[in-house]
């Protein structure tokens, strides 16, 4: 991942792998990575915001709806611009561990 390519990770939903999505990405020369129908070691929602947005949530009870929104909402307001970076940047870390275990989980 070192070259001076632009690489693009994403999910294979239906949507992603559309005739035209496929094409703009050929178009834009990006090199696509391929992605095993599901694996939660290659999406950062999964290995890095929603563990410790659920570490935040443990304990707390709410009396509305409106309630657990605020939470969530302050939750997400609070994060660094660094917080979403550093889970963006594990993610190398962690392809390369999904490759050396031929896809196994990594966290089990």
Same mark, same amino acid.
């Given at each position: 991942?070192?070259?001076? !390519?632009?690489?693009?990770?994403?999910?294979?939903?239906?949507?992603? !792998?559309?005739?035209?999505?496929?094409?703009?990405?050929?178009?834009?020369?990006?090199?696509?990575? &391929?992605?095993?129908?599901?694996?939660?070691?290659?999406?950062?929602?999964?290995?890095?915001?929603?563990?410790?947005?659920?570490?935040?949530?443990?304990?707390?009870?709410?009396?509305?709806?409106?309630?657990?929104?605020?939470?969530? &909402?302050?939750?997400?307001?609070?994060?660094?611009?660094?917080?979403?970076?550093?889970?963006?940047?594990?993610?190398?870390?962690?392809?390369?561990?999904?490759?050396?275990?031929?896809?196994?989980?990594?966290?089990?």
């Amino acid at each position: 991942m070192q070259k001076k !390519k632009i690489f693009f990770h994403q999910v294979n939903a239906p949507a992603h !792998k559309s005739v035209l999505a496929m094409g703009k990405l050929r178009d834009l020369h990006y090199e696509l990575l &391929e992605h095993p129908p599901y694996s939660p070691d290659l999406a950062p929602s999964d290995f890095c915001l929603f563990p410790k947005l659920k570490l935040f949530l443990t304990g707390q009870r709410f009396s509305s709806n409106q309630e657990a929104i605020a939470a969530v &909402e302050g939750y997400f307001a609070d994060l660094t611009k660094n917080h979403y970076r550093d889970g963006i940047m594990a993610l190398e870390h962690r392809w390369n561990k999904c490759i050396i275990l031929k896809g196994d989980y990594d966290e089990k």
